[in-house]
Nanobody
Framework: QVDLVESGGGLVQAGGTLRLSCAASGGSVSSYTMGWFRQAPGKEREFVAYINWSDENTDYADSVKGRFTISRDNAKNTVVLQLNSLEPEDTAVYYC????????????????WGQGTQGTVSS
């Protein structure tokens, strides 16, 4: 059982930045593919990014490529999502998740989920 706790959400203006963290306990982030998803009001949850457990290969949704960066700090057992050049369309609850697959972009491929952190971007 891996417990995940997100933090770092908040309210920022368009063009601003947020730094989301996901702290893991009960398991090592280096042993799982770690992903971020988000869900905006009235919309379905969508994939944002993942970092592979073995070679740290990453993948991003087209909508965030070049603006968001996912990274892993094994010493702190955390995964970080850096959000730059934020747009109002990025407003959502952001969730951290862990998967045993080598790569995973679908929610059903992740076994463990955090409770989410709200990120709001004002125009």
């Amino acid at each position: 059982q891996v417990d995940l706790v997100e933090s770092g959400g908040g309210l920022v203006q368009a063009g601003g930045t947020l730094r989301l963290s996901c702290a893991a306990s009960g398991g090592s982030v280096s042993s799982y593919t770690m992903g971020w998803f988000r869900q905006a009001p009235g919309k379905e949850r969508e994939f944002v990014a993942y970092i592979n457990w073995s070679d740290e290969n990453t993948d991003y949704a087209d909508s965030v490529k070049g603006r968001f960066t996912i990274s892993r700090d094994n010493a702190k057992n955390t995964v970080v999502l850096q959000l730059n050049s934020l747009e109002p369309e990025d407003t959502a609850v952001y969730y951290c998740a862990a998967s045993t697959r080598s790569w995973a972009t679908r929610g059903r491929e992740y076994a463990y989920w955090g409770q989410g952190t709200q990120g709001t971007v004002s125009s």
